[in-house]
């Protein structure tokens, strides 16, 4: 009743999801190294967003949802070149993270030109995740001002509206006792503003903020 959403990250997760009565349309997909296997069990249970990290994923799901004769609805993963000032091993938006498509106008093409030309797959937006632990929403800030710039590309080029933003977690909790983690309401109300002005500024229509 509060809208709560599910992240998975494996076929494993997927099954225990879907054997738990969870929705299937409230699920999220991520992962950098989906497999085939993994990808089919996404188009089988409709999930309800796959978060695509990579050219060869996309390309995979846009045969798979083909051959089902389904469209999956999906979210590029962006790099946002960040650095979430946290330990080395959960930090994941930096510019050298493994983790999704490069802010760099020279791949679009390749992936949000590529993915609007498909049958398969419908693209609905973006994501990021800039890491975990994080004690300000600096981050987020940051990441989001270079997502909706992204967005206001997408618009200019493609003539692509973003309907979602996906803009992923990592919230700091008390793990140690010396450990002042802030409200949550200071990252989403902090996050909410951001999204809000920009969209003013570029005169985008607000997206769905997850």
């Known amino acids: 009743s509060e809208g709560m959403g599910l992240d998975v990250v494996s076929g494993g997760e997927l099954y225990a999801a879907r054997k738990a009565g969870f929705p299937m349309d409230r699920v999220w997909f991520h992962g950098n190294a989906k497999t085939r296997d993994e990808i089919l069990l996404a188009v089988d249970y409709r999930?309800?967003?796959?978060?695509?990290?990579?050219?060869?994923?996309?390309?995979?799901?846009?045969?798979a949802a083909r051959e089902k004769g389904v469209r999956m609805p999906i979210l590029f993963r962006v790099n946002p070149g960040v650095d979430p000032h946290t330990h080395q091993y959960i930090s994941?938006?930096?510019?050298?993270?493994?983790?999704?498509?490069p802010l760099d106008p020279s791949v679009w093409d390749e992936y949000m030109g590529r993915a609007l030309r498909m049958e398969g797959v419908e693209l609905l937006g973006f994501h990021f995740h800039v890491g975990s632990q994080l004690f300000s929403a600096e981050p987020h800030l940051k990441a989001a001002g270079k997502v909706l710039d992204l967005?206001?590309?997408?618009?200019?080029?493609?003539?692509?509206?973003a309907?979602?933003?996906?803009?992923?977690?990592?919230?700091?909790?008390?793990?140690t006792a010396e450990d002042e983690p802030l409200p949550v309401q200071d990252f989403t109300d902090a996050v909410m503003a951001e999204v809000a002005a920009r969209c003013r500024e570029y005169s985008l229509p607000m997206p769905r903020v997850v």
């Open 47 to 63: 999930v309800g967003r796959v978060v695509v990290d990579n050219l060869d994923e996309l390309a995979l799901l846009d045969r």
């Open 92 to 101: 994941t938006g930096q510019v050298d993270s493994k983790f999704g498509m």
């Open 151 to 161: 967005m206001r590309e997408a618009r200019d080029r493609y003539g692509f509206l």
């Open 163 to 175: 309907r979602e933003l996906n803009v992923g977690g990592g919230f700091g909790v008390r793990y």
